[in-house]
């Protein structure tokens, strides 16, 4: 029996663990973290893509009104 900082972590390590990885578990894997980058890289070009016709939009509505009080005043 092992006494001390971690003894308890020690004596959870012998457990019979009935896990078995093969040559395509780790091809599976790499998979997995590739497409969930791959989504995060398009939700994110999606958000900025957004972002970017939000701010258009204003830029737009923000030049329209200023046309119009110019028109306002020359007449």
């Known amino acids: 029996m092992k006494v001390g900082i971690g003894a308890d972590i020690y004596e959870d390590m012998h457990m019979m663990i009935f896990g078995y990885l093969d040559a395509g578990s780790g091809s599976l894997i790499l998979q997995a973290v590739l497409g969930g ?3 995060i890289a398009v939700a994110f070009k999606a958000w900025k893509a957004r972002m970017m ?13 200023s046309d119009e009080a110019t028109v ?3 007449s």
């Open 72 to 74: 306002a005043t020359e």
């Open 37 to 39: 980058l791959a989504g």
């Open 53 to 65: 016709s939000k701010k258009a939009m204003a830029e737009t509505d923000t030049e329209d009104v």
